[in-house]
């Protein structure tokens, strides 16, 4: 069987300026509905965002929903959240609570608590915001050390419960599950958090980065879209329509 796991934003949906208003074209839902109705084909949605809010963009019943970075996995027959998660979110909301005081007026600038993790999202901020943003995340990850990592991503900081957890263990926890049936994993990502699950998956199936301006220079994704519409020419030969697929655009 095939083990679709695919990354949210950047990979099935355009990154947007306000993470709020990233969506799923109704083609790729049409598409993603396709292919988890095939027998031999399990789909899973492995994000930064957590279960609640992926169930809502992406809308498929019957298919894994893996958020916060893998911390709770839902799907058919699962529910799964990390036994050490909860006793983290205290500190979670203290340390958003932290970062919203020091951002706060900084336009451009989103902190969001999402219960597991923390992000300060920078993307529309300019120079002033971005300067902030670096110093406050910096400063409260100092402060709370013991308690949290912090992480960067696609013109986003992370703060990540200290706990060994992230995609790639998520990953292999979903291809424990499916150990019987013998799966063949195909995961597909733009962002450094994907490096984890891109590791693995290598030597057993097949992991692919999609090509973007703030992408990893490393990465351990043996092949590169250029696009998401080329990974998206991949889902779509991967749903048996008879599309030969090449990396370019
Ligand atoms: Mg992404």
Excluded at 149 to 171: C, H, M, N
């Amino acid at each position: 069987m095939l083990l679709l796991l695919l990354d949210f934003d950047g990979t099935l949906a355009p990154i947007r300026r306000d993470p709020g208003r990233a969506t799923l074209a109704a083609s790729t839902r049409e598409l993603l509905t396709r292919l988890a109705a095939r027998r031999d084909v399990a789909l899973a949605v492995v994000s930064g965002r957590t279960v609640a809010d992926l169930r809502r963009r992406v809308g498929i019943s019957g298919i894994y929903y893996a958020g916060c970075h893998g911390l709770e996995i839902q799907g058919p027959g699962l529910r799964y959240r990390h036994p050490r998660a909860a006793a983290y979110k205290p500190v979670m909301k203290r340390i958003a609570r932290c970062l919203k005081t020091r951002l706060d007026g900084f336009t451009g600038v989103l902190v969001e608590d999402k219960g597991y993790d923390v992000a300060v999202h920078y993307r529309t901020a300019g120079r002033r915001g971005i300067a902030a943003a670096r110093r406050a995340a910096a400063e409260v990850a100092r402060r709370h050390a013991r308690d949290c990592r912090l992480e960067r991503g696609r013109l986003v900081y992370e703060f990540k419960p200290r706990i060994a957890w992230d995609k790639g263990r998520a990953v292999r926890l979903l291809l424990s599950r499916f150990r019987s049936r013998q799966p063949f994993p195909v995961y597909i990502g733009d962002d450094l958090t994907d490096e984890s699950a891109f590791r693995a998956v290598a030597g057993r199936g097949l992991a692919m980065l999609v090509d973007n301006p703030e992408r990893p220079s490393r990465t351990a994704a043996p092949v590169r879209a250029r696009s998401m519409s080329a990974a998206r020419r991949l889902l779509l030969a991967l749903t048996g329509a008879g599309c030969a697929w090449r990396p370019g655009r």
